[in-house]
């Protein structure tokens, strides 16, 4: 276990729950999480419910609006500032390549790209950004991210209560679910569209 893990789970509660709200709300704000993903703060956070500093109800709410709100203000920084100052501070923990990858992976998928990427720490980090930059109506936007950020919060939290305090078995989990998740999600978008092409396939037939 990490110094910085351990003196959050022995941090007051108030002071837990604020970071539990501050690294979700910094992470695509000013890209904390390519240092500390803020999943390992709600994770935590659901481990101190666990241990009944914190009720599970308040970890998953907080969580909830740090996420949503932070991811808010990532995407007015993209729109606001545009390419250059996303690339310029993304680069320095990936490359300016992934960056085009994900304006592309946006692009595409639009509303549901927001919530897939949201189960993705690198995803997770530029999407608001890039949503910004490419101009998808805010209110789009903030539909896609209340559901993806309150379903990330409440996953997490409830992983992070039902692991206990054994934090290895919680790390370990969390990158599984994640990957798990995301898989899932996309292959969900993926049968979508694939019966929407096969319908407008059949209706030309």
């Not at 790209?113 to 980090?125: H, P």
Request: glycine share 12%; charged share 15%; aromatic share 14%.
């Amino acid at each position: 276990m990490s110094f910085l893990t351990k003196s959050i789970l022995n941090l007051s509660p108030p002071l837990a729950l604020a970071l539990v709200f501050l690294f979700p709300a910094l992470e695509a704000s000013i890209f904390l999480g390519f240092i500390f993903p803020g999943e390992t703060a709600v994770i935590l956070g659901g481990v101190l419910a666990f241990e009944h500093k914190l009720p599970l109800w308040l970890v998953m709410v907080v969580a909830s609006l740090g996420a949503v709100i932070g991811d808010s203000v990532g995407y007015f920084v993209g729109a606001k500032f545009g390419h250059r100052i996303l690339e310029r501070a993304s680069g320095r923990f990936v490359k300016p390549k992934r960056v085009h990858q994900v304006t592309e992976f946006v692009s595409k998928r639009g509303v549901l790209g927001v919530v897939v990427g949201r189960f993705t720490t690198i995803l997770r980090v530029l999407v608001p950004g890039v949503a910004g930059m490419s101009e998808m109506p805010y209110v789009k936007f903030l539909i896609a991210n209340m559901v993806g950020g309150v379903g990330w919060a409440v996953l997490y939290s409830y992983l992070g209560y039902t692991a206990g305090t054994s934090f290895a078995a919680v790390e370990k989990t969390a990158g599984t679910t994640g990957v798990v998740v995301f898989v899932a999600v996309a292959a969900v978008v993926g049968l979508y569209f694939l019966y929407r092409y096969a319908r407008e396939f059949a209706k030309e037939k």
